[in-house]
């Protein structure tokens, strides 16, 4: 079996998810957000700027996301609804045959590595200051605050995992979405 899906024509409106829409993104932040908060309040219940920090933050994670996905469907010339099926098409490594589409998920492909290359001394480097906090906290006895950190740097580590392996992957999506080079020759051209 080929580790190379082809289909000739995507069907955009079929691959639709009912996360893909700003809206659900958005409810599913701030439900999240709340299943935090209130966890949070029931361990540390003296925190009330960490409601209103935490609901900024989530605000302007929102934000951000919906302005990336603005500005990568300008660059690719897909519509902002078909940023996250073309997303979603490139983790899954299926290629489409159509060239527009092609061309946007290679531009997709390449916004992704551009901005894992970026970060990838960011995620060890918190990952040690996130765990020699957590190591500093339970030796000082805050204890919640010391777990808190060390959990914080084993997510962060596993950050790291991922974006090698998801360079690995475009590594491979993009040798699929370039196209073959032309064959050299090496002496005279026979038969000119």
Same mark, same amino acid.
Not at 10 to 25: H, L, S, T
Not at 35 to 52: E, M, Q, R, V, Y
Not at 174 to 181: N, V
């Given at each position: 079996?080929?580790?190379?899906?082809?289909?000739?024509?995507?069907?955009?409106?079929?691959? *639709? *998810?009912?996360?893909?829409?700003?809206?659900?993104?958005?409810?599913?932040?701030?439900?999240?957000?709340?299943?935090?908060?209130?966890?949070?309040?029931?361990?540390?219940?003296?925190?009330?700027?960490?409601?209103?920090?935490?609901?900024? &933050?989530?605000?302007?994670?929102?934000?951000?996301?919906?302005?990336? *996905?603005?500005?990568?469907?300008?660059?690719?010339? /897909?519509?902002?609804? $078909?940023?996250?099926?073309?997303? *979603?098409?490139?983790? $899954?490594?299926?290629?489409?045959?159509?060239? &527009?589409?092609?061309?946007?998920?290679?531009?997709?492909?390449?916004? $992704?590595?551009?901005?894992?290359?970026?970060?990838?001394?960011?995620?060890? &480097?918190?990952?040690?200051?996130?765990?020699?906090? #957590?190591?500093?906290?339970?030796?000082?006895?805050?204890?919640?605050?010391?777990? /808190?950190?060390?959990? !914080? !740097? !084993?997510?962060?580590?596993?950050?790291?995992?991922? #974006?090698?392996? &998801?360079?690995?992957?475009?590594?491979?999506?993009?040798?699929? /979405?370039?196209?073959?080079?032309?064959?050299?020759?090496?002496?005279?051209?026979?038969?000119?």
């Amino acid at each position: 079996m080929s580790s190379e899906v082809h289909c000739a024509v995507v069907d955009w409106e079929g691959e *639709r *998810r009912w996360y893909d829409p700003a809206w659900a993104r958005i409810a599913v932040v701030l439900l999240v957000y709340a299943g935090l908060i209130a966890g949070w309040s029931l361990w540390l219940p003296d925190n009330p700027g960490g409601f209103g920090g935490g609901l900024a &933050a989530s605000a302007g994670v929102t934000w951000q996301t919906l302005a990336i *996905r603005r500005q990568v469907a300008a660059e690719t010339g /897909l519509k902002t609804w $078909q940023v996250p099926v073309a997303s *979603r098409r490139l983790r $899954q490594g299926r290629i489409p045959r159509d060239p &527009a589409a092609r061309h946007a998920m290679a531009l997709l492909a390449r916004r $992704q590595r551009t901005a894992l290359e970026r970060g990838r001394w960011m995620n060890p &480097a918190l990952a040690v200051v996130f765990g020699m906090l #957590g190591i500093a906290c339970l030796v000082t006895s805050r204890t919640a605050l010391g777990t /808190l950190a060390l959990v !914080a !740097a !084993a997510g962060v580590g596993t950050g790291a995992v991922a #974006g090698r392996r &998801a360079l690995r992957r475009l590594d491979r999506i993009e040798k699929q /979405l370039s196209p073959p080079p032309p064959p050299l020759t090496t002496g005279p051209v026979y038969g000119s």
